[in-house]
C-alpha cells in the first residue's frame, strides 16, 4: 500500500468547528433554575426573552465586540504633548459597545424596574447576567458596583436628607436604573487603599467638611458635594464611571461619601472633581477593564449615612456585589461548560469517536456538571432572598403557591440572606475557577487558545480568577461568616439557617430519606461548630465552614429541584453531589456501563428547542 498523501498546511485533517447551541435553550441548569423560581404568570415571558438575549450574544456581532475590548485594553495619557498633567481615560470600542448592550438589555434595571416581578426580579435579571457573562469582557464589574449603588441611594431617599441632597440622590438613582444608554450611570466602589484591602480601617484618605458655600456644579449641573476628599486609592476598577461610592476617613472614623467623578471647571468646560488617575494596573485577566490607582485631591462628595459609620453603609454595596461575583463567577463557568460540550461533540478520535463518546471523557464532565449544577443552586438561592428581602411586604403578602422561593417568610429570607451571600461568592468563585480549569484542560491545546472569541475559554479562566480576590477573598468572607453568627444577629441568623434546613428536609418523601439523615447529619456538625467554638477558632476553620454551609445549601436545593418532576438525571446528580466520595467509589466491577450512560445523560442534556 502506498503511504497516503503528506498533510499541508492547506489539505489534510481539519478539525470541524464546533458550534455553540443558544445556551438558554442548551443548559438545562439554568432552565430548570427559571422553572424553580419564576412562577407560571412571569416564566413564558421571560423565558422568551431569555432564548432571544441567548442567541443574540452569540452573534457575530457582539462576539467582535468581545474581541475589541479584549484585544484593545484601555490607554491613560497622563500628560499632553505640552507637559500639562491630565488623565485621559480611553476604552475601546467593544468595551463601550458592551456597556451599552448591559444597559440596554436591563443587566441592572431588571433590578428595579420591573415591580410586576417584585421578588423575583433578581431572579430573573441574573438569569440573564449569567449567560451574558461569557459574551461580555466585564462590564459586568461597573455594573455590580452600579446596582449596589442603585441599592444605597434608594434605602438613603426613603430616609432623612437634606432637600439639595435629594435632588442630586434622586437623578443619580434615575441614572442608575436607567436603560437608557448615555443616559444610564455605572459607578465605582473605592475601598482598597494600600494599607489594606481585607482591613480598611488603616483608610489613610481624608475627608473634610467645607460647607455649601464653596460652590461648584457636577457634570450634569448639580451642586457639588459639602466636603473635599483626599488621599490615595489603590485600586478602582469602573475607572470610566460617572460616580463612585468611596470610604474616607473623618474626625468620627471612616464614612461613605458619594461623589461624581466629573465636575465643571470654572471656563465650564468638564474636568475630573479632584481626581488624577495615577497609572492603570497590569493585570493576569480582565484586560478590557480600566483597573486604575487614584489620587484624590480636593474631591468634592456627599456623606452618605451616619459619619464614622462607613464600613456599615458600604455593606449594602458590599452584599450586591458580592452576589454579582458570585453569578459572573457562575457565568463564566457555564460558558466554558458550553464550549467544553460543543467541543466534545465534534471532536473525533482515530477510531471515529467523538468524544461524547469517550467514556473517561464523558466521566470528566459528568463530574464537572455536577459541581456546576450544586453551584449555580447555592448561587441562586442567594439570589432569591437577596429579592426577597428587597420586598418584604409582597412576599408576606403573597399566597404561598406565587412565591417559588421555599422560605417560610420575609425575616427568614432577610437571615438567610445575609448568612448565604458570603458563602455563595466564595464558593461559587473557586468551583467556577476550577471547574473552568477542568474546561479548559476538556478541549487539550486548542482550549489554551485565544483566536476565536467565541470559543475562548482561556479568556474566560483568566477573568474568573479574581472572582476569589475582588468583594473580598475567601478567608475574609468566611470571618464575615464569623461575625454574623457570632454578633448580634448571630442568634436568630442560626435559627432561621436551622429551621429552614429542617423545614425543608421535613418536607420529602421516603426515597430522599438516605440524603435527609446525611444533611441534618452535616446540619448537626455545624451547629455544634457554631456553639462550641469562639470566634478565633471559627475564623481558623473558616473556609471549612463555608464549605459546610455550601454543601447543605446546594444538597437541599438539588433534592428540591429534583424533586418536582422526580427527574432521574437530577435525581442522579444531586444523589452523586451528596454522596460525594462514596458515589464515585461504589460502582460494582462490571456495571460500569450503565454509569457511563448516565455521565452521557449528566454531561449532555438533549437540547430544548
Ligand atoms: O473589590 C472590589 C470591586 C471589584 C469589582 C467587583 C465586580 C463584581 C462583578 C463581577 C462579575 C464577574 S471593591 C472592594 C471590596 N472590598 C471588600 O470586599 C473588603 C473585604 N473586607 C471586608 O469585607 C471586611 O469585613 C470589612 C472591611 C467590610 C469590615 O471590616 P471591619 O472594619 O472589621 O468592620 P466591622 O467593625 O466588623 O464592621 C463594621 C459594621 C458592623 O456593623 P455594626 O457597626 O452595626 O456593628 C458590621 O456588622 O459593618 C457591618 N458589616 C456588614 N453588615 C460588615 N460587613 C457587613 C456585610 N457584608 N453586611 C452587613
Ligand atoms: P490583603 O488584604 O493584603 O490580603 C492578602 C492575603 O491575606 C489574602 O489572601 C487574604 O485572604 C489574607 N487576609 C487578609 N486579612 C485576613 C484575615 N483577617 N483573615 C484571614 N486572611 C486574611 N478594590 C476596590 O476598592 N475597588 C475596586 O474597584 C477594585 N477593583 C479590583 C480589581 C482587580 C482586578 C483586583 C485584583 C482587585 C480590585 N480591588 C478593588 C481590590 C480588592 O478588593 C482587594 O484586592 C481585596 O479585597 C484584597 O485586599 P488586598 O489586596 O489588600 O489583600
Same mark, same amino acid.
Given at each position: 500500500?502506498?503511504?497516503? &498523501?503528506?498533510? #499541508?498546511?492547506?489539505?489534510?485533517?481539519?478539525?470541524?468547528?464546533?458550534?455553540?447551541?443558544?445556551?438558554?435553550?442548551?443548559?438545562?441548569?439554568?432552565?430548570?433554575?427559571?422553572?424553580?423560581?419564576?412562577?407560571?404568570?412571569?416564566?413564558?415571558?421571560?423565558?422568551?426573552?431569555?432564548?432571544?438575549?441567548?442567541?443574540?450574544?452569540?452573534?457575530?456581532?457582539?462576539?467582535?465586540?468581545?474581541?475589541?475590548?479584549?484585544?484593545?485594553?484601555?490607554?491613560?495619557?497622563?500628560? !499632553?504633548?505640552?507637559?500639562?498633567?491630565? #488623565?485621559?481615560?480611553?476604552?475601546?470600542?467593544?468595551?463601550?459597545?458592551?456597556?451599552?448592550?448591559?444597559?440596554?438589555?436591563?443587566?441592572?434595571?431588571?433590578?428595579?424596574?420591573?415591580?410586576?416581578?417584585?421578588?423575583?426580579?433578581?431572579?430573573?435579571?441574573?438569569?440573564?447576567?449569567?449567560?451574558?457573562?461569557?459574551?461580555?469582557?466585564?462590564?459586568?464589574?461597573? &455594573?455590580?458596583?452600579?446596582?449596589?449603588?442603585?441599592?444605597?441611594?434608594? %434605602?438613603?431617599?426613603?430616609?432623612?436628607?437634606?432637600?439639595?441632597?435629594?435632588?442630586?440622590?434622586?437623578?443619580?438613582?434615575?441614572?442608575?436604573? #436607567?436603560?437608557?444608554?448615555?443616559?444610564?450611570?455605572?459607578?465605582?466602589?473605592?475601598?482598597?487603599?494600600?494599607?489594606?484591602?481585607?482591613?480598611?480601617?488603616?483608610?489613610?484618605?481624608?475627608?473634610?467638611?467645607?460647607? &455649601?458655600?464653596?460652590?461648584?456644579?457636577?457634570?450634569?449641573?448639580?451642586?457639588?458635594?459639602?466636603?473635599?476628599?483626599?488621599?490615595?486609592?489603590?485600586?478602582? !476598577? *469602573?475607572?470610566?464611571?460617572?460616580?463612585?461610592?468611596?470610604?474616607?476617613?473623618?474626625?468620627?472614623?471612616?464614612?461613605?461619601?458619594?461623589?461624581?467623578?466629573?465636575?465643571?471647571?470654572?471656563?465650564?468646560?468638564?474636568?475630573?472633581?479632584?481626581?488624577?488617575?495615577?497609572?492603570?494596573?497590569?493585570?493576569?485577566?480582565?484586560?478590557?477593564?480600566?483597573?486604575?490607582?487614584?489620587?484624590?485631591?480636593?474631591?468634592?462628595?456627599?456623606?452618605?449615612?451616619?459619619?464614622?459609620?462607613?464600613?456599615?453603609?458600604?455593606?449594602?454595596?458590599? /452584599?450586591?456585589?458580592?452576589?454579582?461575583?458570585?453569578?459572573?463567577?457562575?457565568?463564566?463557568?457555564?460558558?466554558?461548560?458550553?464550549? #467544553?460540550?460543543?467541543?466534545?461533540?465534534?471532536?473525533?478520535?482515530?477510531?471515529?469517536?467523538?468524544?461524547?463518546?469517550?467514556?473517561?471523557?464523558?466521566?470528566?464532565?459528568?463530574?464537572?456538571?455536577?459541581?456546576?449544577? *450544586? *453551584? @449555580?443552586?447555592?448561587?441562586?438561592?442567594?439570589?432569591?432572598?437577596?429579592?426577597?428581602?428587597?420586598?418584604?411586604?409582597?412576599?408576606?403578602?403573597?399566597?404561598?403557591?406565587?412565591?417559588?422561593?421555599?422560605?417560610?417568610?420575609?425575616?427568614?429570607?432577610?437571615?438567610?440572606? $445575609?448568612?448565604?451571600?458570603?458563602?455563595?461568592?466564595?464558593?461559587?468563585?473557586?468551583?467556577?475557577?476550577?471547574?473552568?480549569?477542568?474546561?479548559?484542560?476538556?478541549?487539550?491545546?486548542?482550549?489554551?487558545?485565544?483566536?476565536?472569541?467565541?470559543? %475562548?475559554?482561556?479568556?474566560?479562566?483568566?477573568?474568573?480568577?479574581?472572582?476569589?480576590?475582588?468583594?473580598?477573598?475567601? /478567608?475574609?468572607?468566611?470571618?464575615?461568616?464569623?461575625?454574623?453568627?457570632?454578633?448580634?444577629?448571630?442568634?436568630?441568623?442560626? $435559627?432561621?439557617?436551622?429551621?429552614?434546613?429542617?423545614?425543608?428536609?421535613?418536607?420529602?418523601?421516603?426515597?430522599?430519606?438516605?440524603?435527609?439523615?446525611?444533611?441534618?447529619?452535616?446540619?448537626?456538625?455545624?451547629?455544634?461548630?457554631?456553639? /462550641? @467554638?469562639?470566634?478565633?477558632?471559627?475564623?481558623?476553620?473558616?473556609?471549612?465552614?463555608?464549605?459546610?454551609?455550601?454543601?447543605?445549601?446546594?444538597?437541599?436545593? @438539588?433534592?428540591?429541584?429534583?424533586?418536582?418532576?422526580?427527574?432521574?438525571?437530577?435525581?442522579?446528580?444531586?444523589?452523586?453531589?451528596?454522596?460525594?466520595?462514596?458515589?464515585?467509589?461504589?460502582?460494582?466491577?462490571?456495571?460500569?456501563?450503565?454509569?457511563? /450512560? @448516565?455521565?452521557?445523560?449528566?454531561?449532555?442534556?438533549?437540547?430544548?428547542?
Amino acid at each position: 500500500m502506498s503511504p497516503p &498523501n503528506p498533510s #499541508s498546511g492547506t489539505t489534510g485533517f481539519f478539525q470541524t468547528p464546533p458550534t455553540l447551541p443558544n445556551q438558554y435553550n442548551e443548559d438545562i441548569t439554568l432552565r430548570r433554575i427559571a422553572t424553580l423560581y419564576l412562577s407560571p404568570t412571569h416564566l413564558p415571558s421571560i423565558s422568551a426573552d431569555l432564548t432571544s438575549f441567548a442567541s443574540y450574544i452569540l452573534t457575530p456581532a457582539v462576539l467582535s465586540h468581545t474581541h475589541n475590548a479584549e484585544t484593545h485594553p484601555p490607554t491613560l495619557s497622563t500628560h !499632553s504633548t505640552f507637559g500639562h498633567p491630565r #488623565s485621559v481615560l480611553t476604552t475601546s470600542e467593544g468595551w463601550r459597545a458592551l456597556s451599552a448592550i448591559g444597559h440596554a438589555n436591563g443587566i441592572v434595571a431588571t433590578a428595579y424596574d420591573s415591580p410586576e416581578l417584585a421578588h423575583s426580579a433578581r431572579v430573573a435579571q441574573f438569569l440573564k447576567y449569567v449567560l451574558w457573562t461569557g459574551s461580555d469582557a466585564l462590564t459586568t464589574c461597573p &455594573n455590580a458596583m452600579q446596582d449596589g449603588a442603585a441599592r444605597l441611594l434608594a %434605602n438613603q431617599l426613603k430616609g432623612e436628607i437634606s432637600e439639595g441632597q435629594r435632588k442630586v440622590w434622586a437623578e443619580a438613582y434615575e441614572r442608575l436604573t #436607567s436603560r437608557e444608554v448615555g443616559r444610564a450611570w455605572t459607578a465605582g466602589q473605592w475601598m482598597t487603599e494600600r494599607s489594606g484591602g481585607s482591613d480598611v480601617r488603616g483608610t489613610e484618605t481624608v475627608a473634610r467638611y467645607v460647607g &455649601n458655600d464653596v460652590g461648584g456644579k457636577d457634570e450634569s449641573g448639580m451642586p457639588l458635594g459639602d466636603w473635599s476628599v483626599s488621599g490615595f486609592k489603590w485600586f478602582s !476598577s *469602573a475607572t470610566d464611571a460617572q460616580m463612585a461610592i468611596l470610604l474616607a476617613r473623618t474626625e468620627k472614623g471612616i464614612s461613605a461619601f458619594w461623589a461624581p467623578t466629573k465636575r465643571k471647571a470654572a471656563g465650564g468646560e468638564t474636568e475630573m472633581n479632584g481626581i488624577t488617575i495615577q497609572r492603570l494596573k497590569s493585570k493576569m485577566g480582565t484586560k478590557a477593564l480600566p483597573t486604575a490607582e487614584l489620587v484624590l485631591e480636593g474631591t468634592r462628595a456627599y456623606l452618605v449615612g451616619k459619619e464614622g459609620e462607613g464600613t456599615r453603609v458600604i455593606s449594602t454595596v458590599l /452584599n450586591i456585589t458580592r452576589v454579582h461575583t458570585a453569578m459572573g463567577a457562575l457565568g463564566f463557568y457555564a460558558r466554558g461548560l458550553a464550549i #467544553s460540550r460543543a467541543f466534545a461533540r465534534v471532536r473525533k478520535l482515530s477510531d471515529g469517536r467523538t468524544l461524547d463518546n469517550v467514556p473517561a471523557h464523558v466521566r470528566s464532565l459528568a463530574k464537572n456538571t455536577v459541581s456546576y449544577v *450544586a *453551584a @449555580m443552586h447555592l448561587g441562586f438561592f442567594a439570589v432569591a432572598v437577596l429579592g426577597i428581602s428587597e420586598h418584604p411586604e409582597q412576599f408576606d403578602a403573597m399566597k404561598a403557591e406565587e412565591r417559588m422561593v421555599l422560605v417560610e417568610n420575609a425575616q427568614e429570607a432577610v437571615l438567610l440572606s $445575609r448568612l448565604i451571600t458570603p458563602v455563595a461568592k466564595a464558593i461559587c468563585s473557586e468551583r467556577s475557577i476550577a471547574g473552568l480549569k477542568e474546561a479548559m484542560d476538556s478541549l487539550g491545546g486548542v482550549g489554551y487558545m485565544e483566536e476565536e472569541p467565541e470559543f %475562548n475559554i482561556a479568556r474566560l479562566y483568566r477573568d474568573c480568577n479574581v472572582t476569589s480576590i475582588w468583594e473580598g477573598t475567601s /478567608n475574609v468572607l468566611a470571618a464575615d461568616v464569623v461575625r454574623v453568627v457570632m454578633g448580634r444577629q448571630g442568634r436568630h441568623v442560626k $435559627r432561621a439557617f436551622n429551621s429552614w434546613v429542617k423545614t425543608r428536609t421535613g418536607s420529602w418523601g421516603l426515597e430522599w430519606a438516605g440524603m435527609e439523615e446525611l444533611i441534618s447529619a452535616e446540619r448537626d456538625k455545624l451547629d455544634s461548630w457554631w456553639e /462550641n @467554638m469562639d470566634a478565633e477558632e471559627l475564623a481558623y476553620k473558616g473556609k471549612d465552614m463555608l464549605e459546610m454551609i455550601a454543601w447543605i445549601v446546594s444538597s437541599i436545593m @438539588m433534592i428540591e429541584d429534583a424533586a418536582t418532576d422526580a427527574d432521574v438525571v437530577r435525581t442522579e446528580v444531586a444523589r452523586r453531589y451528596i454522596l460525594r466520595k462514596e458515589a464515585e467509589l461504589e460502582t460494582l466491577p462490571g456495571i460500569w456501563r450503565r454509569d457511563f /450512560n @448516565m455521565d452521557q445523560r449528566i454531561a449532555f442534556p438533549s437540547i430544548s428547542e
